[in-house]
């Protein structure tokens, strides 16, 4: 019996007792791991998923943490100001040995599924940014009480007018009460101090 199992971009047909190099996994040497990602298995009565096969999955144990062969990268500018550089690279993976194909009951196996292994630092900070955004955004539309014709400001004409408006101020009173953090949060258009302390005297009528 075999598998066609899908991990770090890649297709693999394997089968138990098979030793891979897959791209680098979150798991130490001697782990157990499980790839849930099977598209086939094959046999005596193949089956193809959709893309993948229902409680299909291949077990299998961690031998070590290792790196690929060097690959160099070497670029040269020929012209009068010519330069090179040369740039090698080692890609990080992991060694694994194929025990186990299961045809159904992945999800009750109780072994941990094999997931690659990010940068430490990247995941977190991508992931608090757009909130944060999300809410500085979320809040200036509270503000706004009825709409105003922004280009009455003194260096705002249609284009940053339009812009202002896609970000939820439609208003002089919610341009005014921008605070610092979301007049940083907004990516559309660079709000400007005089912006807001025209907006705070046409506000106030």
């Known amino acids: 019996m075999f598998a066609v199992l899908k991990t770090g971009g890649k297709q693999y047909k394997v089968q138990a007792g098979d030793i891979l190099r897959v791209e680098k996994l979150a798991a130490d040497a001697g782990e157990k791991v499980q790839f849930n990602d099977v598209l086939m298995l094959g046999g005596d ?6 893309p993948f096969v229902d409680g299909a999955a291949v077990q299998a144990d961690v031998i070590e943490q290792i790196k690929g062969d060097k690959v160099i990268n070497f670029v040269k500018r020929r012209r ?3 330069s090179k550089r040369t740039v090698g690279h080692r890609q990080k993976l992991t060694l694994v040995k194929i ?3 299961l045809s159904s009951g992945a999800d009750k196996s109780g ?3 094999a997931t690659g292994s990010a940068p430490a630092g990247e995941a977190a900070p991508a992931a608090k ?4 955004k999300a809410e500085a955004k979320a809040e200036a539309p509270a503000a706004v009480a009825a709409a105003d014709d922004l280009t009455a400001l003194n260096g705002v004409g249609p284009a940053a007018a339009k812009k202002l408006n896609e970000a939820g101020i439609e208003s002089f009173a919610a341009l005014a009460a921008l605070s610092d953090e979301q007049i940083t949060a907004i990516e559309t258009v660079k709000v400007k101090p005089e912006w ?4 705070k005297e ?3 009528g």
């Open 202 to 204: 046409l506000a106030k």
């Open 129 to 132: 940014k757009p909130a944060k």
């Open 45 to 50: 009565a193949p089956v193809v998923g959709a």
């Open 196 to 199: 807001v302390e025209q907006a």
């Open 99 to 101: 025990t186990d194909i």
């Open 80 to 82: 009068k100001h010519s």
């Open 111 to 113: 072994i941990k599924a």
